[in-house]
């Protein structure tokens, strides 16, 4: 009996196509092994691993923002709940940013962002001659406040 998950259980399991799942294996997300047949097997933590890729991507996140945590994890083995909580507080960083981000704009939405647009009357007190302008492009106080 082969050992570890073939691609299309792991398809089975996660819902994501073949194509996801070897695009993903191509960011070193998952790390499949050969079996003598040359074939790729997965292990269950790779199920484990690609449910947190979809779950941080549903919310929002780039796969170059994920990707850097779950490298941290050791190689075809399930990772220890110790390697879960470390993964945890670094991506918590990343998540408590992007809440705080998101109630800035939310905050922000109906009045002015700092973008330079002069649409708003408010834009007269906020950015008199459109002095964010010379900052550079797009909203300027909000996007300050993400770098």
């Known amino acids: 009996m082969p050992t570890g998950l073939a691609i299309g259980d792991l398809s089975a399991r996660t819902g994501l196509a073949v194509s996801a799942i070897r695009f993903y294996e191509t960011h070193d997300i998952i790390k499949p092994v ?3 047949g040359g074939h790729r097997r997965y292990g269950r933590s790779d199920i484990r691993r690609l449910s947190f890729v ?11 923002e994920i990707a850097p945590h779950l490298r941290a994890l050791p190689d075809h083995k399930a990772p220890s709940k110790a390697d879960w ?3 945890s507080r670094s ?7 992007r809440i ?17 647009c002069l649409s708003l009357k408010s ?6 001659a ?3 302008g010379q900052d550079g492009t797009g909203p ?6 993400q770098t």
């Open 140 to 145: 300027r106080n909000l996007t300050a406040m």
């Open 130 to 132: 459109d002095r964010k």
């Open 91 to 97: 991506f918590r960083h990343d998540i408590d940013d």
């Open 54 to 64: 979809m779950a941080a991507q549903k919310l929002g996140f780039s796969l170059s």
């Open 85 to 87: 909580t470390r993964i």
């Open 123 to 128: 834009c007269a007190l906020y950015n008199p």
């Open 100 to 116: 705080s981000a998101l109630e800035d704009l939310r905050n922000k939405l109906d009045g002015c962002i700092g973008c330079g």
């Open 34 to 36: 050969r079996n003598a």
